[in-house]
C-alpha cells in the first residue's frame, strides 16, 4: 500500500491517481502497492519541477534510458519510512541518454585530439621532430595573407593585359572573401588552439588565436584550385601546387597549431570558397567601375 502521504502529493497531480480501481495511475496499474506508490511519486516530482512540460512525454523520455528504468526500482520497492530519491535534473537526464549524433560527435573530437597531439611533432624545439620546425615555419609563410595580398597587388599594378588584371582582381577578391570568412567563423566558434601551440606565428590578426577553420587550409585550397584553373602549367607544376596545398595542410597539424579537424573543414572551406568566387567572377562587363577605377592608378 502507498503510503497516506504518497497519495496526498499525487492526487491533485493526475486525475487517474483519483482513481483506487486499478485506473491508469493506481497503485495497482503500477504492479502492486509499493510500485504504484513510485510512479505517483515520480510524476508528481516530474510535473511539479517543469509546470508546462506534457508528464506523458516526460515519463517517455527517462523511460528510455536504462538508467532511470533501473533508478526507478529502488523507488518502487521502497517502504513509507523512505524517502524517495531526489530526480536528475532535466539537463543531466538528457546527458544520461545522449543522442547516436552526440555519441558520434564527441568520438569524432576524441579522435581527433588525440591524432592532432600524435602528429604535432614539431609543435617545439624539443619535439621528436623538431629540427624540422624551420621549414615548417617557412611553409608557413608560403601560406600567409600577407605575402599572397601583396603579391597579387604588386602584380596587379605590373599588369599589362586586360585577361591579367581580370583574374588578379577576382584573385584578390578571393583573399579578401577568405580572410572575412575565416575570422568570422573563428570569430563564431572560438575554439582553442591546440594545448601545445607555440604562439610565435608571424603577423596575426586578433582572431587567430582561434583555431577552427584553419586559414593556412583555406587559403592552400582556395589558391590551389584557383591556379589550377586559371593558369596554364605543365603536369609537373599543377602536381606541386596539389602537394604544396596538402603539405601545408599538414605542416599546421606537425606544427601544433591545429588539430586535425580544423585543418580538414579549412580545406572543404576553401574549396568551397573557389566555386563562390568563379560563380561571382568580376569582369569589366558585370563590375566596369572596379576596372575603370583600377586603370586610372
Ligand atoms: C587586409 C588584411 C586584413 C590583412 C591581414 C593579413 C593577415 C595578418 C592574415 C593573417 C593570416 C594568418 C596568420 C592566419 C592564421 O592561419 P591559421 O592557419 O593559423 O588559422
Not at 566596369?288 to 577605377?293: A, H, S, T
Request: charged residues 15%; positive net charge.
Amino acid at each position: 500500500m502507498p503510503s497516506p502521504r504518497r497519495n496526498v502529493d499525487a492526487r491533485p497531480l493526475s486525475a487517474s491517481a483519483s482513481s483506487s480501481s486499478g485506473g491508469p495511475g493506481s497503485p495497482a496499474h503500477g504492479g502492486g502497492g509499493g510500485g504504484g506508490g513510485g510512479r505517483f511519486e515520480f510524476q508528481s516530482l516530474l510535473s511539479s519541477r517543469a509546470p508546462g512540460l506534457d508528464p506523458t512525454c516526460t515519463r517517455l523520455r527517462a523511460s528510455e534510458s536504462p538508467v532511470h528504468r533501473r533508478g526507478s526500482f529502488p523507488l518502487a520497492g521502497a517502504g513509507p519510512s523512505q524517502a524517495p530519491p531526489a530526480p536528475l535534473p532535466e539537463e543531466d537526464r538528457m546527458d544520461l541518454n545522449p543522442s547516436f549524433l552526440g555519441i558520434a560527435l564527441r568520438s569524432l573530437l576524441a579522435i581527433d585530439l588525440w591524432l592532432s597531439k600524435k602528429l604535432g611533432v614539431c609543435a617545439g624545439e624539443s619535439s621528436s621532430w623538431g629540427s624540422m620546425r624551420p621549414l615548417m615555419k617557412l611553409l608557413e609563410i608560403s601560406g600567409h595573407g600577407i605575402p599572397w595580398l601583396l603579391g597579387t597587388l604588386y602584380c596587379l599594378s605590373r599588369s599589362d593585359s586586360w585577361a591579367g588584371r581580370e583574374v588578379l582582381m577576382n584573385l584578390l577578391f578571393a583573399l579578401l572573401l577568405d580572410l572575412l570568412l575565416v575570422a568570422l567563423i573563428k570569430g563564431l566558434v572560438r575554439r582553442r588552439r591546440p594545448a601545445h601551440n607555440q604562439m610565435d606565428m608571424f603577423v596575426t590578426l586578433s582572431v587567430d588565436k582561434y583555431s577552427f577553420p584553419s586559414g593556412h587550409a583555406t587559403r592552400a585550397a582556395l589558391v590551389s584550385r584557383f591556379i589550377l584553373n586559371h593558369l596554364v602549367l605543365a603536369i609537373p607544376l599543377r602536381v606541386l601546387v596539389v602537394l604544396w596545398a596538402f603539405i601545408l595542410g599538414l605542416s599546421r597539424v606537425m606544427l601544433g597549431r591545429h588539430n586535425v579537424t580544423d585543418v580538414a573543414f579549412g580545406f572543404f572551406l576553401g574549396y568551397t570558397q573557389y566555386s563562390i568566387v568563379d560563380y561571382c567572377w568580376l569582369s569589366p562587363h558585370n563590375a566596369p567601375v572596379l576596372f575603370l577605377l583600377w586603370n586610372q592608378q
